[in-house]
């Protein structure tokens, strides 16, 4: 017995025209299967469709572009993780991918990993009396507060 597993697009899994019907021509023994990767993309795909899933995801990169965007925030971050947990090897958060959802558990489970450390951060950012090492350097301007205070807010944080 011989296999073969493809995505659903016609092109490789139609039996007259797709390359597993031809294939199939010159053996009968290679069974067709719908790959089991793109089944589980499909069922994340419709998953994603629900709000709430959605709305987390939402929040979750948009503290990433939060970080991400400005190199103050982002070092800011970095020297709450080195005070906070400095086994950490990693100091930058992850982005979605949009197109691999593969990559998208690397950026879950980072987050998740920071969580504690993100919520600190942000509230640090909002009241820097929290923070007994934020100093004059630290000083935020005020959409930066005003965005922070906004992560924190949110339904997901």
Request: proline share 1%; with cysteine; charged share 20%.
């Amino acid at each position: 017995m011989h296999g073969q597993a493809y995505d659903g697009a016609s092109a490789m899994a139609s039996e007259k025209r797709g390359c597993q019907g031809r294939i199939k021509s010159l053996n009968k023994l290679a069974v067709y299967t719908h790959c089991r990767s793109h089944v589980l993309n499909l069922s994340i795909a419709s998953a994603c469709q629900l709000q709430s899933v959605r709305n987390m995801m939402d929040v979750l990169n948009s503290v990433f572009i939060f970080f991400d965007t400005s190199p103050k925030r982002q070092t800011f971050f970095e020297s709450v993780l080195e005070s906070e947990c400095s086994e950490s090897s990693r100091k930058k958060l992850v982005g979605l991918c949009k197109t691999r959802w593969v990559e998208r558990h690397v950026c879950f489970d980072v987050f998740y990993n920071f969580y504690s450390y993100i919520v600190k951060c942000l509230q640090y950012m909002v009241n820097p009396s929290l923070h007994e090492e934020t100093n004059e350097d630290w000083s935020w301007d005020r959409q930066s507060k005003i965005t922070a205070q906004g992560l924190l807010t949110s339904h997901f944080l």
